[in-house]
């Protein structure tokens, strides 16, 4: 076994395995679980381990899911997996390895799972698996169909739904399997922007219209704590969507607006108009040479609504998500303090 760093100081047992371990949820949950003293803990990096890693004392195994030898030697000695390794992309381009790393990857590590004796594993997904339509009234929960005619048109929750088929096909009852689906993450600590560049994109003043459609939205550090509790009391074969609020994209604005004094888009989005400005507006940059700073897809996906509520996690897991004021001011503060050189105007704006 290749290993980066020595094993977490806490004392005999089983070890437990994280993929995605660097990512914006991976790392809250690795924090949490070695806060928690929750044995010895693992992780599995295709890249350089980060110093923080390390630092916690964090036992590191490079590989990827992709390559069944790399998962063979990640899962020797583990008993439980959290298995959040994957790829955030609204781009075309990379759905065909996006497929590779949630569905080839997630077979791979489920069937290796099944043959080495691995109790039990904890999976993210998407609340987009579930939790998608055209109506804000849809009343969507985990019962509802897979919205397959949606999306199919967006590669990253079309492979996320497969990667919940592949996954339950390949651990069957031979290991118990709990997928968690959370909705858009927020709070502090996206150092690569997978969740929270809309929040950025506003304070820069780059949305120039409002969708007309709604999000779902919660704190990544309340999902992290989830995942610990869905590893303790998750019932095996089920799914869990978590959430906190169901608000539409102009009162999503409207509170950030009032939270860091950037205006809100003046411009309302009805009908098609907003996906058909998003595409004038990506052709013209692309005559620029330049990307435009606000996807079609993306747009696409906000004239939507993404909402449902958590009444299934709440009964068996507890779920009980902080405000989501709370959240946006620790997004702003973070992002601002890490990609806008500071929060004053936040800080002001709090004191005023």
Known sequence: MTVDSVRSSSSGGAATL????????????????????AGPVRAMQSSAPPAWLRNLGVEVVRGSVTSPDDVARALAGVERVYHLAGQVSMKPAD???????????????CRAAAELGVRRIVMSSTSGTIAVSKRADAG?????????????????YASKLYQEQAARRACRDKVELVILNPSLLLGPGDDRLSSTRTVLQF???????????????????????AFLAAMERGKSGERYLLGAVNWTFAEYFGRLER?????????K?????TLWAAHAQAALY??????????????????????????????DLGWTPR??????????RYIRDNFLGGHKALAQAAAG
């Open 18 to 37: 994280v993929t995605g371990a660097t990512g914006f949820l991976g790392a809250h949950l690795v924090r949490a679980l070695v806060a928690r003293g």
């Open 95 to 109: 759905a065909h390895r996006m497929y590779q790393i949630h569905v080839d990857g997630t077979r791979i590590l």
């Open 140 to 156: 969507l929960d985990e019962s509802s169909p897979a919205p397959v005619d949606l999306i199919a048109r967006w590669p990253y």
């Open 203 to 225: 304070l820069g003043r780059e949305i120039a219209m409002t969708p007309p459609g709604g999000l779902n939205f919660v704190d990544v550090r309340d999902v992290a704590d």
């Open 259 to 267: 939270l860091t004094k950037v205006s809100a888009p003046l411009l």
């Open 269 to 273: 989005g009805r009908g098609n108009v």
């Open 286 to 315: 692309k005559t620029l040479g330049r990307t435009a700073p606000i996807d079609p897809a993306a747009v696409d996906m906000a004239s939507h609504y993404w909402y449902f509520q958590s009444a299934k996690a709440a009964r």
């Open 323 to 332: 405000e989501a004021t709370d959240t946006l001011h620790d997004t702003v």
